[in-house]
């Protein structure tokens, strides 16, 4: 499984449609202090479910929405759509018959927000299914922002265990059981 593009409208700093192609195995996105690379990886998190504003390093859901800036004027939403190949069937069950996956994420200024599989609009637990036991998801290990090696060092004993139970894959089970259990 690979990430082939990420598109971003109305995104924090990305108020005009970008579409970010990841040609080869590595990229890098290089530019002077501000000009927008964390919002980019902010992106990812979101798309994929993050539900937490302080980790998209905002106050409330909405300040993902360009805000407007000298000469700009607010938006009034922000969409984000990762592509993935998916050719190699990472992503099982269901999903792998599909060679690409799209996931798309809107959300408007009344914090309306929708999920789309493939351009289908579906739930935000579908895309969270999606992910589990992938490596990928929002708090997922695949993504190291700044400052997380020196979280993972101080972090608590519980959450050290959800980043080692993520990458061994069994989250996914534990997930499956919970929801059983609540039934
Ligand atoms: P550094 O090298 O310092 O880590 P960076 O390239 O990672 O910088 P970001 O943190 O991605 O920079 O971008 C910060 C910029 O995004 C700031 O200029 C901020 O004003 C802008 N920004 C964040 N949210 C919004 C928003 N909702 N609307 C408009 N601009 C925004
Ligand atoms: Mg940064």
New binding site residues.
Partial sequence: MRLTSIKLVG???F?DAVNVPFAGNMTAIV????????????AVRWVMGESSAKTL??ESMT???????TGRS?VGQASIELVFDNSDGTMGGAYAQYAEISVKRQVTRDSQSNYFFNGQKCRRRDISDLFLGTGLGPRSYAIIG?GMISRLVEARPEELRSTLEEAAGVSKYKERRRETENR
């Fill in positions: 995104f924090k700093s108020v530019g002077p202090n501000g000009c927008g690379k964390s919002n980019i990886i902010d390093r905002g300040d993902v929405i360009f805000n407007g800036s607010p700044q």
